[in-house]
C-alpha cells in the first residue's frame, strides 16, 4: 500500500503491508510525522492508498486526534446524532461509557475538558458497536491516572466483545502490557510488525569488549561502541555467548528507540 502527499510532491506512506487478526490489540508507534494518522485514515477509508489496498471486516469506528465535534451540542446531543447517523446503534453502551467517566450529558461540548471530549468520542465510537475500533493518540488529553483506567476499559471491551483494537501513539510507555501487536512507522515506512512478545524474545542486546563485528549471528538493528566496549542489539532469538560478553532481553521501549535510531 502506497500514499502520495501531492501537496509537497513526497511519499506520506510507502510499501505499508500487514495483517491483523481479529480481536488484537495493535499499538501503531512512531515520531509525528511518521504517517500514523494517514495510516489510520486509510484503513478508515477517509484516504484511498494510491496504489495497493486495504480492507477490513465488519465495522469501524475511527477517532481522529482532533476529536471533531460540534461545540454548540450538548453531550446528549452528540448521543443522539450518533443514534440517527449508525445503523446500528447500542444506547446502554455509550451511556454506560459517559457514566462511568461522569461526563454531564446536560453540558455543551465547547465547556467540556479535554479529558471530557475525549470520553464523549469514545462513547460515539462504543456506541455504534464497531467490529474494529481505530484510535488516533486516544489519551493524550487525559492524565496519567485516567490513561490507565481508559485503556483498561478498552481492554474490557476488547475481550467482553472480540472488538480488533488499534491505536496510535508516540509514547511508548503506553503500550507496555496492553498492545499484543506492534507496528513501528518511520517516514511513512513499516520498520516493524509482529506480536510484541515474539518481538521481545527475537531482540537480544549484546555488550562485551570493543569489536568491529557483533559475536553472533543474526541482523544487526543498532550498533553502539565506546573506547572499550561495543553493545550490538541483534535479532537473533538469544544465541548463547561466552564471556566477558553478557546477553539480555531488550524492553520494548529500548526495541523501539534503537529501530528508530536505525532508521534516522
Not at 449508525?86 to 479535554?114: H, M
Not at 510507555?173 to 507496528?183: F, K, M, W
Given at each position: ?33 511518521s ?55 447500542d444506547?446502554d453502551?455509550?451511556?454506560e ?26 462513547a ?58 506492534l ?10 510488525n ?71
Amino acid at each position: 500500500m502506497s500514499v502520495v502527499a501531492a501537496e509537497v510532491s513526497k511519499w506520506a506512506l510507502r510499501n505499508v503491508s500487514f495483517e491483523l487478526p481479529p480481536g488484537s490489540v495493535t499499538a501503531m508507534v512512531g515520531a509525528n510525522g511518521s504517517g500514523k494518522s494517514t495510516l489510520l485514515n486509510v484503513l478508515a477509508g477517509h484516504l484511498p492508498p494510491d496504489s495497493g489496498h486495504s480492507s477490513i471486516a465488519g465495522r469501524v469506528a475511527y477517532v481522529p486526534q482532533h476529536k471533531p465535534m460540534y461545540r454548540s451540542f450538548k453531550v446528549a446531543d452528540v448521543l443522539q446524532f450518533g443514534r440517527r447517523m449508525n445503523d446500528i446503534w447500542d444506547d446502554d453502551r455509550a451511556d454506560e461509557w459517559l457514566t462511568r467517566f461522569k461526563v454531564p450529558r446536560r453540558l455543551q461540548i465547547g465547556d467540556l475538558s479535554g479529558g471530557q471530549r475525549t470520553h464523549v468520542t469514545l462513547a460515539l465510537a462504543l456506541g455504534s458497536r464497531p467490529d474494529v475500533m481505530l484510535l488516533d493518540e486516544p489519551l493524550s488529553e487525559l492524565d496519567p491516572l485516567a490513561r490507565h483506567k481508559v485503556m483498561r476499559e478498552l481492554l474490557t471491551e476488547v475481550n467482553d466483545n472480540g472488538m480488533t483494537l488499534v491505536f496510535s501513539t508516540h509514547v511508548v510507555a503506553e503500550i507496555g502490557g496492553v498492545a499484543d501487536r506492534l507496528l513501528l512507522l518511520s517516514g511513512g515506512r513499516l520498520l516493524v510488525n509482529g506480536d510484541t512478545d515474539e518481538l521481545l524474545e527475537e531482540h537480544v542486546l549484546y555488550t562485551g569488549p570493543h569489536a568491529s563485528k557483533s559475536p553472533v549471528e543474526g541482523p544487526v538493528v543498532l550498533a553502539k561502541h565506546g573506547q572499550s566496549q561495543s553493545s550490538y542489539l541483534v535479532r537473533s532469538g538469544g544465541t548463547r555467548i561466552d564471556e566477558p560478553w553478557t546477553a539480555r532481553y531488550v524492553t520494548l521501549e529500548e526495541l523501539v528507540v534503537a529501530h528508530l535510531e536505525r532508521a534516522a
